[in-house]
């Protein structure tokens, strides 16, 4: 079978606590970038996206900065909620192919 | 709409025997993917299709692996003889071209198959 595998990075915050989630991306030409948010049990849900000609883009609760120079970007969630439980991909893409490139992961946990 | 539908939903299979995931994308998208997703190797592309045609196959791992779309509305994906290490969730998604945010990709819920 499989053998065991990488523990995904968590982060754990208390409800209503902001939360940020990092990434940091491989290739410097991509300019292209997409949240998704993976519940349990569920495929991965498109969140929000950002191009390489912005820094930032805000959604309802939910913020992406991006940092072209060190090729991080982020997510944060404000006011953080359980129902915010779930794993957060980022993805890359450069321009064109429209198929982005998935990170591994981070498991965000939400406690009451 | 229903979404990108995906069967089975679980799939339990002894090592050497056939598994065939099936898929129906959204109605009017026009490419389809199927990615393969483990704690190991994370969420990777195996194969996707345009108007039913299959464009780039070279995530599929090995000749075991074969994906068909025969019309529009189902796909296939076959693993002949399946082994312990195809365990994995296997994910549908289906894309419109003219969609917003993300590239308009919708996934599936997943196969989980686990092979023994």
């Known amino acids: 079978g499989e053998s065991v595998g990488l523990h995904l990075p968590t982060l754990s915050v208390q409800e209503g606590d902001n939360s940020i989630i990092n990434c940091a991306y491989s290739n410097s030409a991509s300019d292209y970038f997409i949240w998704y948010k993976q519940e349990s049990g569920k495929g991965p849900q498109f969140i929000i996206d950002?191009?390489?000609?912005?820094d930032k883009r805000q959604g309802q609760r939910v913020t992406v900065l991006l940092n072209k120079t060190v090729k991080h970007l982020s997510l944060q969630i404000a006011a953080t909620q359980p129902g915010d439980s779930a794993v957060y991909f980022c993805?890359?893409?450069?321009?064109?192919?429209?198929?982005?490139?998935f990170g591994r992961g981070t498991s965000l946990i939400v406690h009451p | 709409d229903a979404g990108v539908i995906q069967s089975p939903r679980h799939e339990v299979t002894e090592m050497g025997q056939e598994v065939t995931l099936r898929c129906k994308p959204i109605s009017g998208h026009d490419y389809l993917f199927w990615y393969r997703q483990t704690m190991m190797r994370g969420l990777e592309l195996l194969i996707y299709?345009?108007?039913?045609?299959?464009?780039?196959d070279s995530g599929m791992p090995e000749d075991r692996f074969s994906a068909k779309m025969p019309n529009a509305s189902f796909s296939t994906l076959k693993i002949q003889p399946s082994e312990p290490r195809d365990s994995a969730v296997y994910f549908c998604?289906?894309?419109?071209?003219?969609?917003?945010?993300?590239?308009?990709?919708?996934f599936g819920s997943g196969t989980r198959l686990t092979v023994v």
């Open positions: 998604a289906s894309r419109d071209t003219n969609g917003q945010g993300g590239y308009g990709y919708t």
């Open positions: 950002i191009r390489s000609n912005m």
């Open positions: 299709f345009n108007n039913n045609v299959p464009i780039d």
């Open positions: 993805a890359e893409n450069k321009g064109g192919s429209y198929i982005p490139t």
